[in-house]
């Protein structure tokens, strides 16, 4: 009897000696695919080399729209999770609901205020108080070609303006290939627009009509420009592409099925997967007109309010490894994007990174490094879903005329 | 002793009536309550702004879509499952020799989750991978249907599914009904010279009417709770061509963070649904002791 006593006594004090070091973080986010999927893969190994649980609460879906519901209501339950992948404005409308953390500690511990360019720290912060942590930085507004399509086309090499890229496309179809690898979901008709918009307007045009929401700029004649550009592309997708994923659209360009896509640089994450080299194996190019510009994607996790004290610790080592050296490293050499953490060595990192890199430096200096609104870094959700939604109708039913497609974008752009 | 004989049944339905009452009266104007507010991410009671959520509904292209789908649709899918349900029960009703093996085929697709079914028919009708590819590959090359591409098609591709899964149902209701149908009155329509499509146009269905009344009910509450059928095999449609008010109440609500916008929603769908199917209720309740 006394025996059992002890052996209990003793098992007791072990468990509650590691409950004390170890808590476990709870982690959403919706990086399901082979590249995303093993870049978390990364976060979750450091979490565990420090000692704490890892509970990985993936919801897939691409755009991230899955994922949000279910966060609400676990939230509403009063059950968040550490960490939630949250960026852009939406992390102000959750701090405005009172549920986010405050990480100034880690953040000042870490030194975050010299490590981050300003406009990431500003969207990091609530009034002042860090509540995210940033991880990356990916660019949007990439063109990403399969260079033995390109070749067989007789394409010489990446278009850099519109007219280019339509007279590449044209001979990438006659090749017998598909020209424009595309999924039809929303967000992926949305990417599209943006670049184009970004191409054929410029930095600044896309400022006033995208972001500032202009109703001047959103009726001008860039705007019937951009939409113009923007329905001649769909005329080289397949008829296969509604409801396509992203990643198996990029699948097609890797398997030589097709020649273009457009999309930010997680679709790297999938050509690394693939075990394609960049320059020889496929190509990475600023879309057509957008060499001079920068649709930046800062993912991030909003760390949640906590109330267990082993998990608040954990929460705070979590905040600490994302920005780490290691961490920013290893991650965004899987995913395909860039660190956000500034003086990172890019010795390790393939030629498309290095390009990202020095032209996010280059266009934060020039004015050209805007948000992407397509990826929600630029107005509020309500607003960006009724001018997706706009978008994506223009794109899909062709009975509307460019007219009518700039009166619904202009619309739903007055969504509050 | 004998009243509370009388009072034992009152009291063991009274906890599921009260509950029942709570859960759906309750929470329904709970709903209406917050349709009434400004509520974006989570629900905010403070900010009251009385009837403009629904103006601001009335104002989206997209909701007139959703309303145009769900009339379509329900119309299609109700009509369409009956119509063809009915049919399977008259022919299986004519005493052949493989009728159970048939009508559990029939009913199979019922047991399917509308997932499975929106899932596997949006293979089959992918215009590069399924039915289209099939026929084009078998030599038909000039074989188009690629109705789940188009805007203004792919509704019907979602009805296609619905009726496809639920004719089954409607069969094996109607069946039961024409079974329980006393031969004698058909002998004597025989005797009388009646041809066979005259007695079940004239006596037989009448006679069904009970059964027509529930199997509309039923299937009419599964195509408004459409959701997963359209989530399924379009998530939406090419653009928001297939958006059903179900979809669109669950994207407002949730993903757009527009909770005030996805109340009033539901709540207007709580109103059309209310418009038709009460007044029916009404009339069929009412008007049974007349027919006997």
Redesign the interface.
């Known amino acids: 009897m006394m025996k059992l006593s002890k052996l209990a006594a003793a098992v007791a004090f072990v468990m509650a000696g590691s409950a004390a070091v170890a808590g476990e973080v709870e982690v959403l986010h919706w990086w399901t695919s082979g590249g995303e999927a093993k870049s978390v893969g990364e976060l979750k190994k450091i979490m565990q080399g420090k000692g704490h649980t890892w509970k990985d609460f993936a919801v897939a879906g691409g755009g991230g ?1 899955a994922a ?2 279910v966060l ?1 209501s676990r ?2 339950a009063g059950n968040p999770p550490a960490a939630a992948q949250i960026k852009g404005p939406g992390i102000q ?2 701090a405005n ?1 009172g549920v986010l953390a405050n990480l100034n500690d880690v953040a000042k511990a870490e030194k975050w205020d010299t490590l981050l360019p300003g406009v990431v720290a500003d969207v990091m912060k609530h009034k002042g108080n860090y509540v995210a942590a940033p991880v990356n930085v990916h660019r949007v507004n990439w063109m990403w070609a399969n260079a033995e399509v390109l070749k067989k086309a007789g394409v010489a090499s990446a278009p850099k303006t519109w007219d280019e890229f339509f007279a590449a496309a044209d001979k990438v179809k006659k090749a017998g290939l598909i020209a424009v690898a595309h999924g ?3 967000w992926q ?1 949305f990417t599209t627009f943006e670049s184009v918009v970004l191409g054929v307007g410029g930095a600044k045009f896309y400022q006033d009509a995208l972001i500032k929401l202009d109703q001047k700029a959103l009726t001008s004649p860039t705007m019937t420009k951009s939409l113009e550009t923007f329905r001649k592309i769909k005329s080289y997708t ?6 396509r994923d992203w990643n198996l659209a990029t699948a097609m360009v890797i398997q030589g099925k097709a020649g273009f896509q457009f999309m930010g640089d997680w679709a790297k994450g999938e050509f690394a997967a693939a075990g394609k080299a960049p320059g020889k194996d496929y190509i990475c190019a600023a879309a057509p007109g957008t060499a001079n510009a920068y649709t930046f994607n800062v993912d991030s996790f909003a760390m949640f309010k906590l109330k267990d004290a082993a998990a608040q610790k954990a929460q705070a080592d979590l905040a600490a490894s994302i920005m780490g050296t290691e961490f920013q490293e290893v991650f965004n050499l899987n995913k395909g994007s860039i660190p956000v953490r500034l003086n990172m060595k890019m010795d390790k990192f393939d030629d498309c990174a290095k390009l990202s890199s020095k032209d996010f430096v280059d266009t934060a200096k020039s004015g050209g490094l805007v948000p992407s609104i397509a990826h929600g870094m630029a107005v ?3 607003a960006e ?2 001018i997706k ?1 706009a978008v ?6 062709d ?1 509307i005329s460019v007219a009518d497609g700039v009166k ?1 974008i202009a619309k739903a752009a007055q969504t509050k | 002793m004998k009243s509370f004989e009388n009072l034992l049944p009152k009291l063991v339905i009274a906890p599921g009536f009260v509950l029942g009452f709570a859960f759906i009266y309750g929470l329904m104007i709970w709903n209406g309550v917050l349709s009434m507010t400004g509520s974006r991410m989570l629900p905010n009671y403070e900010n009251f702004v009385g009837l403009d959520q629904y103006a601001a509904l009335w104002e989206m292209d997209r909701w007139y879509v959703a309303l145009k789908n769900l009339g379509i649709f329900s119309v299609l899918y109700v009509g369409g499952s009956m119509l063809v349900g009915m049919v399977l029960a008259i022919f299986l009703d004519q005493k052949i020799r493989a009728e159970g093996t048939l009508r559990t085929i029939y009913l199979y697709p019922m047991a399917l989750s509308f997932i499975v079914t929106g899932t596997a028919w949006k293979w089959i009708l992918n215009p590069s991978d399924g039915l289209q590819k099939l026929m084009h590959d078998l030599g038909w090359t000039s074989f188009n249907f690629d109705w789940l591409v188009q805007s203004d098609y792919a509704i019907y591709c979602v009805v296609i599914a619905g009726v496809w899964q639920s004719a089954g149902f409607a069969m094996a209701l109607f069946l039961a009904g024409l079974r329980g149908i006393d031969d004698s009155i058909i002998k004597a329509a025989q005797i009388d010279g009646a041809s066979l499509p005259l007695i079940y146009w004239r006596i037989i269905l009448p006679i069904l009417r009970p059964v027509v009344f529930s199997t509309i009910l039923v299937l009419s509450h599964l195509s408004i709770k459409s959701f997963d059928l359209v989530m399924a095999l379009t998530a939406g449609g090419p653009g928001y061509a297939t958006d059903v008010p179900a979809t669109f109440m669950y994207t407002m609500s949730f993903t757009r963070g527009q909770i005030g916008l996805g109340a009033a929603s539901a709540t207007m769908m709580l109103a059309t649904v209310a418009a038709i199917v009460v007044p029916y209720l009404y009339s069929e309740l009412r008007s049974k002791p007349h027919d006997r």
Do not use: H, R
């Open positions: 729209d949000m519901t609400k939230v509403v409308e959750w609901e039809g979901q929303n008709d397949d008829p296969a592409a509604p409801g509020s959700p309500a879903g009724a939604d994506s109708q223009f794109w899909n039913d009975k619904n």
